[in-house]
């Protein structure tokens, strides 16, 4: 058995920026022999993960999973760092078994559904595993779960870069599969105006009266050309309001549409992948190249 020295636990650490004690178990493991040791900390704690933690994930995947009925779903939605990790079998799946645990389990929050059980140990377990495996970061950003009123529909787009999930009460299959396609490609950012928030419609309105004022409109008219925006907006980014995209007129309203059809929507979640979040600058060769030259100096 080879002598483990603090020397030894040391260089350890600073290649994965693991914990000490498991810097030391893995050596003793590997019988001092350094790659070895490593690839033990990789599959057994994901010692990248702490090492990647502060990389940008704004790409991923989004999934949804409905029960048999449409009574419960959830939509979740999980980060990485590139696109090329978010095509990965194993990330697809860690993303599914998610969708499919907030469904069964309904954690109250990302740490609950973190701890949940999965592949003999817990989701954060298999995270970490993957990200010491893959070597790229992965987080678990966000997830909403729904009880229907009604009956949900669901609509995955773009490789499962957009989510929809919709409550809709009455109507028929055919409608609730148009209402949740309507939603992913119109992006509507609430049901009804009482769903949009007053700073976005102070921002809205703060910035038509600045570019009024700019195009030399009289001051006395600001306020109304500024609430004339903000009724324009407001009919582009609540769903009731938006033209429905299969429109044969190209006029009839989502509501219009509910109306005629003796339905509602009762609420719907809609996730687009890495929506807010800073986007990576830099592509997957060129960042390549960048370490390459690195290792050249």
Request: hydrophobic fraction near 45%.
């Amino acid at each position: 058995m080879a002598a483990i020295t603090a020397s030894m636990v040391a260089e350890l650490r600073a290649k994965t920026d693991a914990p000490m004690m498991e810097c030391k178990r893995a050596l003793t493991e590997a019988d001092g022999e350094m790659g070895k040791a490593e690839e033990i900390l990789r599959i057994k704690l994901g010692n990248k993960a702490t090492k990647a933690a502060a990389r940008i994930t704004a790409e991923g995947l989004v999934a949804v999973g409905v029960v048999e009925g449409g009574q419960r779903g959830a939509i979740v939605e999980v980060n990485c760092e590139t696109d090329f990790v978010a095509k990965n079998d194993e990330f697809k799946a860690l993303v599914k078994s998610c969708a499919d645990l907030v469904v069964d389990e309904n954690p109250a929050d990302v740490t609950a559904l973190s701890a949940l059980p999965l592949d003999g140990g817990t989701v954060e377990s298999v995270r970490a595993a993957l990200i010491g495996k893959i070597g790229e970061n992965m987080t678990i950003r966000r997830f909403a779960r729904l009880e229907a009123k009604g009956r949900l529909f669901s609509y995955v787009h773009g490789g499962a870069k957009i989510g929809v999930l919709v409550d809709l009460i009455g109507g028929d299959d055919q409608l609730g599969k148009d209402l949740a396609m309507h939603i992913a490609a119109s992006k509507p950012k609430a049901l009804t105006a009482e769903g949009v928030s007053a700073e976005s419609l102070e921002t809205e309105r703060r910035i038509a009266i600045e570019k009024a004022r700019a195009d030399g409109k009289p001051e006395a008219m600001l306020a109304k050309i500024a609430e004339g925006t903000v009724q324009k907006y407001l009919k582009d980014v609540t769903l009731l309001a938006q033209v429905f995209v299969k429109a044969e007129d190209g006029k009839q309203t989502i509501e219009q549409l509910l109306k005629a059809k003796g339905a509602s929507v009762a609420a719907f979640v809609l996730y687009v992948v890495g929506e807010g979040l800073e986007k990576r600058s830099n592509d997957f060769a060129a960042e390549v190249a960048a370490q390459a030259a690195a290792a050249k100096k």
